[in-house]
C-alpha cells in the first residue's frame, strides 16, 4: 500500500504514547507535581497528536467524529472510543497526581487497561483486512502491542523491563517480517483468481486493463525493491532495538551520561519504529494488485 505519512505518524507516536500512558497508570514512574506533569504532557501530546494526525488522510475530516457511531461493526469506531476513554480516564488521573500528590490506583489501572486497549484495536482495523495478507495474521496485534509496551517503558524509564521487553518486540518484528513475506503466496491468491481465469490454464498480465493510474493504484499498489526493503528493515532493527538495548546495557557510573544514553536510546527506537511502519505499509500487498499484473 501506499504509505501515507499521516498514517505512520498516527501509528508510531499513538503507539508510544499509549504505551507511556499506560506505564503510568501502574504507577511507573510513581511521580506526583512537576515531575509528573512532564510525563503526562509527553504522553498526551504523543497519544493526542497520533491521533490528529490520523485525521489528515480522511477525505473530510471534520466527518472523523462520526466514525464513534459505528462501533458495533468497525474497529476504527471501536479504537476511537477507548481513545476517547483512555485520554479521558488518564486525565483524570494526571490532575491529582500533578495537582494533589495523589495517585489514584484504581483509576490508574483503568486508564492502563484502556491505553493498551486503544493500541489493539489501533492493531485490529489491520489485522481484519482479509484482502491484505501481509496484515490478516495473529502477528499483527502483536506488533503492535509488544512495539508500544516496548517504547512505553523506554519513555517511563524503566531501564531493566525495557530491555527484556525491547528483546521481545525485536523478536516478534523479525517473526512479522519471515511470516508477511509469506503471507500473499499463502493465501492461495494469484492473478489466475484475481480475474477469474484461473481454471482456464496459467495467467499472466499481457497489459493493464487501462492506461492511466486510478485511486487502487495510488493508494493500494506500492511496489518496494526487495534490495531497499532489506536495507530498510536492518536501519528499522538496528535503530528500533538493536542500539537502544546496547545503550541500556552499557555500565555507566556518570548519572549525567546515563541520562544522556537513555534520550538517545529513545530517540533512536523512535526513529527505528517509524521506519518499520513505513515499512508496514509499503510492502503490504493488496490483492487488487494481482488485477493489474502488479504482484
Given amino acids: 500500500m501506499h ?45 493526542g497528536g497520533g491521533l490528529m494526525a490520523s485525521t489528515f488522510h480522511l477525505g473530510r475530516p471534520e466527518r472523523a467524529w462520526r466514525a464513534l457511531t459505528q462501533w458495533r461493526s468497525s474497529w476504527l469506531s471501536r479504537e476511537g472510543i477507548a481513545a476517547v476513554l483512555a485520554l479521558a480516564v488518564m486525565g483524570l488521573y494526571a490532575l491529582g497526581a500533578v495537582f494533589m500528590g495523589e495517585t489514584w490506583r484504581l483509576l490508574g489501572l483503568l486508564g492502563t487497561a484502556l491505553s493498551l486497549a486503544t493500541v489493539f484495536t489501533t492493531s485490529m482495523i489491520y489485522t481484519q483486512l482479509k484482502t491484505i495478507p501481509r496484515w490478516n495474521m495473529k502477528l499483527t496485534p502483536a506488533v503492535f502491542m ?36 509469506q503471507a500473499l503466496a499463502s493465501s492461495g491468491t494469484d492473478i489466475g483468481t484475481a480475474t477469474g481465469l484461473g481454471a482456464r490454464g496459467a495467467v499472466r498480465a499481457f497489459e493493464p486493463p487501462h492506461t ?15 534490495k531497499h526493503a532489506q536495507k530498510l528493515r536492518v536501519i ?56 493489474y499484473g502488479k504482484r
Fill in 212 to 226: 492511466g493510474s486510478n485511486y487502487l493504484l495510488r493508494e493500494f499498489v506500492h511496489v518496494v525493491g526487495r
Fill in 236 to 291: 528499522a532493527f538496528a535503530l528500533g532495538f538493536a542500539l537502544p538495548l546496547i545503550l541500556l546495557l552499557l555500565p555507566m557510573e556518570d548519572v549525567m551520561v546515563k541520562h544522556l544514553f537513555a534520550a538517545v536510546a529513545v530517540l533512536a527506537h523512535l526513529a527505528g519504529v517509524a521506519t518499520s511502519r513505513w515499512l508496514f505499509f509499503a510492502e503490504a500487498e493488496h490483492v487488487v494488485g494481482l488485477y
Fill in 146 to 181: 509488544s512495539f508500544s509496551l516496548a517504547g512505553g517503558a523506554l519513555l517511563a524509564g524503566q531501564t531493566n523491563l525495557s530491555i527484556v521487553l525491547l528483546l521481545i518486540a525485536g523478536a516478534v518484528q523479525l517473526a512479522y517480517w519471515k511470516q508477511g513475506d
Fill in 3 to 47: 504509505p501515507a505519512p499521516s498514517v505512520i505518524i498516527f501509528t508510531t507516536l499513538s503507539g508510544l504514547g499509549f504505551g507511556l500512558l499506560a506505564f503510568l497508570g501502574l504507577g511507573l514512574p510513581d511521580v506526583t507535581g512537576w515531575v509528573a506533569f512532564v510525563f503526562f504532557a509527553l504522553a498526551f501530546g504523543m497519544a
